[in-house]
């Protein structure tokens, strides 16, 4: 597993029965940076590279004793095929692993908006489905960094809001679930394809490849197959094999690649 150190923004690998504490990222991809740029300092410029230091800094100054963070797009080396396929295998591990997740909505602009909170589109992206559920501990952080709320535990004396409830009402999915990832387990497989409704990802084939760590499947990831022979693996790996038997289809909703409304400065070269 590949962790970013948040003093210094430089990488580091280590091996699973040796892996420090760390801090995860759930965000919406903008003009992100490679595991390349991060290994040779490059692109600095992107608002990804800044998002990064943003997510760093507030590591170093509310986690203490955190010094690494896992960051999707250059944690994982996306021109190597069988890193990203271990990776998306692993993603509910990472995320179920992590000390904390860190969720950046950038288009909630002000911490105390619950309405805004609710409309972001962070709830409409296939992905976050499984770093929501897979994450002990969500700390919710508005555009400018301030924390929304929370899910899992929190001080007494913290005055922001528990927002189980408002996640339940959000996902449809039961709020002592949403609390406690080991209540997925008494879901059937009918029920964890109806969460993916009205959710959507930029690849087809993610619609189902962010479902393998919900029902705790490995398969190889194969971009190019399309979402429907995705969905045939993923089916027959579950045992699926009458179609009579087989939930309805998960929507093949798709959005294109579109720039994060981010307070950073955006990069427009």
Wanted: hydrophobic letters at 35%; charged letters at 25%.
């Amino acid at each position: 597993m590949r962790l970013i150190n948040v003093h210094g923004l430089t990488l580091r690998e280590f091996a699973p029965n040796a892996t420090p504490n760390y801090a995860i990222a759930s965000h919406r991809w903008a003009d992100e940076v490679s595991f390349q740029d991060i290994q040779e300092t490059k692109n600095t410029h992107k608002s990804g590279y800044k998002k990064i230091e943003k997510f760093a800094q507030y590591v170093r100054d509310h986690l203490d004793g955190i010094d690494y963070l896992w960051y999707d797009s250059c944690c994982i080396d996306q021109k190597s095929s069988a890193d990203v396929s271990e990776a998306i295998n692993s993603m509910f591990r990472y995320y179920s692993g992590a000390h904390i997740c860190l969720a950046y909505l950038a288009d909630v602009k002000h911490p105390d908006d619950l309405v805004g909170f609710e409309n972001s589109v962070w709830h409409t992206r296939g992905w976050t489905l499984q770093e929501l559920l897979a994450s002990k501990h969500v700390t919710f952080l508005s555009s400018s960094w301030d924390i929304i709320g929370y899910k899992g535990p929190r001080g007494e004396s913290c005055s922001k809001p528990a927002l189980e409830p408002v996640l339940a009402k959000i996902t449809g999915i039961p709020e002592d679930t949403i609390a406690d990832p080991e209540n997925c387990q008494r879901f059937s497989v009918k029920e964890k394809y109806e969460w993916i409704a009205g959710r959507s990802t930029t690849k087809p084939e993610d619609m189902v490849y962010c479902l393998l760590g919900l029902f705790d499947v490995s398969m190889p990831t194969i971009y190019g197959e399309g979402v429907a022979n995705a969905r045939k693996r993923l089916d027959s790996e579950l045992g699926l094999v009458d179609p009579s038997l087989r939930p309805q289809t998960i929507p093949q909703s798709i959005i294109p690649y579109q720039q994060d409304p981010d307070s950073l400065q955006a990069n427009t070269a």
